[in-house]
């Protein structure tokens, strides 16, 4: 958890934000994402008070540990991991060093694999992708509480 977050006696300060991040160097850091990212729902739960859904605890480490498999696996050098909470959503941004935009491919039953980012975008609330002065930056966001209407990801049909 992001030490300038807290205040000395661990209560949250009003116009901070709650974050935490790292850098992973390969393929190896993708089950450390994936900590990384439970440690912290879990640290918002306990020590903001924050709720944070089972269904939310799942999906932000599938999340975390697409996008950071898909860095380590399409562009040279490390990416950095983002996680802020704001407005009842964790916020996931992977940034790393290819400038090439990802693309989902065509529906295809047959293909083994690659289906990584249709899956993130399925399970997010949020989904973009920012061109940066070197790379690029990827970000999803996930509701931290189901949604008290049933639907679990927090979206409503329009």
């Known amino acids: 958890m992001d030490a300038a977050a807290r205040n000395e006696g661990q209560e949250p300060l009003a116009d901070a934000p709650v974050t935490a991040s790292a ?18 729902l879990t640290a918002v739960q306990a020590q903001h008070g924050l709720p944070v859904s089972a269904r939310a605890m799942d999906t932000v480490q599938l999340v975390v540990s697409e996008l950071v498999t898909n860095a380590a696996k399409y562009a040279p050098g490390p990416c950095l991991l983002d996680l802020q909470i704001g407005e009842g959503a964790v916020q996931i941004s992977v940034w790393d060093s290819s400038p090439t935009q990802p693309s989902i491919q065509a529906a295809d039953p047959q293909r083994i694999g690659q289906h990584g980012l249709e899956i ?8 973009c992708v920012h061109q940066e002065p070197v790379g690029k930056r990827i970000t999803a966001s996930v509701m931290l509480a189901d949604d008290p209407g049933g639907d679990p990801a927090g979206r409503r049909a329009m």
């Not at 850098?23 to 912290?40: C, H, T, Y």
């Not at 993130?120 to 989904?127: C, I």
């Open 120 to 127: 993130v975008m399925a399970v997010s609330q949020t989904f």
């Open 23 to 40: 850098a992973f160097e390969d393929s190896a850091g993708i089950a450390e994402a994936r900590g990384l990212a439970r440690d912290f």
